[in-house]
């Protein structure tokens, strides 16, 4: 019976359903790679001008004031560096540090409560996040010290906030990978639990964790509305020094979204939005291709059985 | 069992049904639409949007059949949409650039600039804040980054926080050519860099509000008993004036400027008729109640 070939009426039909969904399957395979080969031509293909007409002793000058013709994008860089390095530093060890507790230590109960909870942060839209740092978090931040509440500073609380549940699910993933044999043996040899945690379980994580890095990373660049409304937008390059992150600053994407609606199509300061748009790809893509790189690097050792 | 659509197909189809309509929607702007009712679609300045919202809605009473649909987004918003044609009418709080005049008639579109109402600007600081009257010298000086601390200034021993509307903002180029140039054309100053630029009026409104080193302008329209008006002299030598209804009407505050509705050709129907009640008694009322400053009426 078990030789016998399948129904020959049924046959057919079930592998012609079966070349549909592999082909559907190819297709949606094929067609993430193909949108993002069009978005990167179509950014080319409007922002190249920027590259072609301005002398790129101009376009690395101090000063964005695009209606007078004066398109210096270093304000720009900086601003977004600024605020993506300040959230970064606040949202990677306490990301790293909750998905430790909420894998490693925490009783289940408390899991079960704390996951979803936090799931429902990642759902929180970025403009309503934004109206609060507005209301509520510049005025905190003003009345400590600074010039004026809207900061890079503020930013990137906000973008730490807002990138804290990637970086939680992603590590937690991470974490929950590496197998209970690891742990078991090396609380067996007498390891505390920190220890087991700090020298067996992150290391065997680490290429996970780098991801959860990586593409919090990801998330605090690309953010928009949050940062146009807690900023400042002032295009302006602080003096070097801790002061730096309590400044206003003007970020890329509150350039692009700000003044988008007013630019005139086909114009210099149009070619240049989409040029900054191009500068903003190339950085995300160079993020992702330097996380999957350190990634590989790891997984290679690993498998040739080096050290965990 | 098997309907002849595919469930997926009929969401499909309902999508491009409702995408269609939508475009159609926007197509009928300044045409009659269904029913013998006239939609006016109105955009642009955001110093205007409110009174370009009280104009449409008393004019709705008078004229039910008109419906004049009103959004904001700044001046140079409204230009660009009315030379795309997506709009009847640009509200617009400075004059139309050369460059913007060019690309319409490069599209085929020859604007007409209406002034409808006079707007002064206020120069505003935070109540708290010992300031209350300068020069346009010293403005200049100020929003250009030359006098950088309140105490030159007669205040507190303090840095100036500078605030700014957005550089789509006609506010913005008005300030820009009227103070911060002083009205010279050949003079190539501009904002400091570390103006704060605002998307909104409520953004510099909030700012001032919060802020006790903070300075900013917005349309006297919009300014509230939260803030402070600062008196301008046009110079030295000149008497220092508030901005109100009275001295923008007769000339002696010295930053007031036109605003301005813009149609794609000389109006005709709906249009000319919204825009004659505009500036006419009825819709100058408005202006007045809203704190801009009317016309004069002859």
Not at chain 2, 85 to 103: F, L, P, Q
Request: hydrophobic share 50%; with cysteine.
């Amino acid at each position: 019976m078990t030789t016998a070939p399948p129904h020959p009426s049924g046959a057919p039909p079930r592998r012609r359903g079966e070349t549909a969904i592999e082909l559907l399957i190819w297709l949606a395979g094929i067609s993430a790679i193909a949108i993002v080969a069009l978005i990167f031509f179509f950014l080319l293909r409007e922002g190249i001008n920027t590259f072609l007409d301005i002398p790129l002793r101009q376009l690395f000058g101090v000063r964005w004031y695009p209606i007078e013709e004066q398109f210096g994008l270093m304000p720009l860089l900086v601003g977004t560096f600024l605020v993506t390095i300040g959230a970064v530093i606040i949202a990677v060890p306490l990301g790293v540090v909750a998905a430790i507790y909420l894998g490693e230590i925490a009783p289940l109960w408390l899991r079960e409560i704390l996951k979803p909870l936090i799931e429902i942060l990642a759902g929180i839209p970025s403009i309503v996040l934004g109206f609060l740092g507005w209301v509520a978090l510049a005025p905190i931040i003003q009345n400590a010290g600074a010039p004026t509440g809207l900061t890079a500073f503020t930013g990137s609380l906000l973008l730490a906030y807002m990138s804290l549940p990637t970086i939680i699910s992603i590590s937690e993933d991470a974490l929950y990978a590496v197998p209970k044999e690891y742990r078991d043996g090396s609380l067996a040899i007498g390891a505390t639990q920190w220890q087991t945690i700090w020298r067996v379980v992150l290391p065997a994580a680490r290429s996970g964790l780098v991801i959860a890095v990586m593409l919090g990373i990801g998330r605090v660049i690309g953010e928009t509305m949050a940062v146009l409304m807690v900023t400042g937008n002032a295009a302006n390059i602080p003096n070097f020094g801790l002061s730096m992150f309590f400044s206003p600053v003007r970020t890329m994407t509150a350039t692009i979204a700000a003044e988008m609606g007013e630019v005139a199509r086909g114009s210099l300061h149009y070619s240049v939005l989409f040029g900054i748009g191009l500068i903003l790809f190339l950085i995300t893509f160079t993020v992702n291709w330097l996380a999957t790189r350190l990634v590989g690097v790891e997984g290679a050792r690993r498998q040739q059985g080096g050290r965990l | 069992m098997r309907s002849p659509i595919h469930p997926l197909a009929r969401v499909a189809l309902a999508l491009l049904l409702l995408l269609t309509t939508g475009a159609a929607c926007t197509r009928s702007a300044g045409q009659t639409a269904s029913g013998g009712e006239q939609a006016i679609q109105n955009k642009g300045s955001d110093t205007m949007v409110n009174l370009a919202l009280a104009w449409a809605e008393a004019y709705r009473q008078q004229s039910p059949d008109v419906a004049i649909a009103v959004t904001g987004g700044g001046s140079g918003t409204g230009i660009a949409a009315l030379i795309n044609g997506t709009v009847d009418i640009a509200n617009a709080s400075r004059e139309m650039k050369e460059s913007e005049i060019e690309e319409a008639r490069a599209k085929g579109v020859e604007p007409i600039e209406h002034v409808v109402a006079i707007d002064a600007l206020a120069v505003i600081v935070n109540p708290a804040n010992p300031v209350s009257q300068l020069t346009i010298d010293q403005l200049a000086d100020i929003f250009t980054g030359r006098i950088t601390n309140w105490q030159e200034l007669g205040g507190d021993d303090a840095g100036i926080i500078l605030v700014s509307r957005e550089t789509n903002s006609g506010t913005h180029v008005y300030f820009l050519e009227e103070v911060v140039r002083k009205g010279d054309a050949e003079n190539t100053d501009i904002f400091a860099p570390q103006t704060m630029l605002m998307p909104s009026s409520v953004g510099i409104t909030s700012e001032i509000q919060r802020n006790p080193y903070a300075i900013g302008y917005d349309g006297l329209g919009y300014v509230t008993k939260h803030e402070k008006l600062i008196a301008v002299a046009r110079d030295a030598a000149s008497p220092f004036v508030l901005p109100t209804v009275e001295s923008g009407a007769d000339g002696t505050y010295p930053i007031a400027r036109d605003l301005y509705m813009i149609t794609a050709g000389e109006p005709s129907g709906a249009i000319a008729d919204f825009i004659a009640w505009i500036v006419g008694p009825a819709g100058q009322q408005i202006v007045a109640d809203l704190g801009f400053v009317p016309l004069s009426q002859e």
